[in-house]
């Protein structure tokens, strides 16, 4: 079955530093998204990306991240200087068509932990 | 966005059926209805969705009240694996897939 790829699965960083966590979506799907979940809370929106563009972001989603499909592959989440509150996992997800009759498939996550 | 209400947690036998309610009494009329579960240490992962019918699928099975205004997740005979939290999200196409704290199974052996 088809799956959607993360790496690292654990990253640890220095506050301050950049960060590029990688996901490689399904082939065939158009629709790409990044989520994250701080230890023993709720699995949160950070963002939606279609046809090279950001569709919608949520607030936590702000000038420190930026989300990237630099090739046919592989979609990326920086941040460009970490904070400690930024540690949590972060899950990549993809869905072949815009609409609501499809699933999202996740990838297993990045547990992302600033140091 | 359709507002949803899940018990906290529910424990279950292995081997049992289980049903698992959620209530979206403020569902719109295009709203699909999705389940997610996430297992432990695990990203969320896709379980079952539809719109006014019942749907079956390899995973579990999906009951839609003549209303709309609830479902429930059925998981036709409960394994240890089985063992995590469910989530029920109501979702248009014009919308992302947006979590709620969801319902914590238990499986007891």
């Known amino acids: 079955e088809p799956e959607v790829t993360q790496t690292p699965s654990h990253q640890v960083t220095q506050m301050g530093q950049e960060v590029i966590l990688r996901c490689v979506p399904i082939?065939?799907?158009?629709?790409f998204y990044w989520y994250r979940q701080i230890l023993g809370q709720k699995v949160e929106f950070l963002v939606s990306?279609?046809?090279?563009?950001?569709?919608?972001k949520s607030e936590i989603f702000d000038d420190q991240f930026s989300v990237e499909r630099p090739d046919g592959s592989n979609f990326t989440l920086k941040i460009r200087s970490t904070k400690l509150e930024d540690s949590a996992m972060y899950f990549c997800a993809s869905k072949k068509t815009g609409g609501a009759n499809y699933g999202y498939t996740f990838g297993s996550g990045t547990r992302l932990t600033v140091v | 966005d359709a507002k949803t209400t899940q018990p906290n947690s529910m424990e279950s036998n292995e081997e049992e059926p289980v049903h698992l309610p959620c209530n979206h009494s403020?569902?719109?009329?295009?709203?699909?209805i999705h389940w997610y579960r996430q297992l432990p240490s695990q990203g969320p992962e896709y379980v079952i969705h539809?719109?006014?019918s019942n749907v079956n699928n390899r995973m579990a099975s999906l009951a839609i009240a003549e209303d709309r205004k609830s479902s429930t997740l059925i998981l036709h005979r409960a394994t240890l694996r089985d063992a995590a939290v469910y989530y029920c999200?109501?979702?248009?196409?014009?919308?992302?897939?947006?979590f709620g704290t969801g319902t914590r199974l238990t499986v007891i052996p």
């Open positions: 539809g719109l006014t």
């Open positions: 999200i109501p979702l248009t196409g014009a919308n992302n897939l947006f």
């Open positions: 082939s065939n799907h158009l629709y």
């Open positions: 990306f279609y046809n090279n563009e950001i569709s919608e």
């Open positions: 403020t569902i719109s009329g295009t709203d699909y």
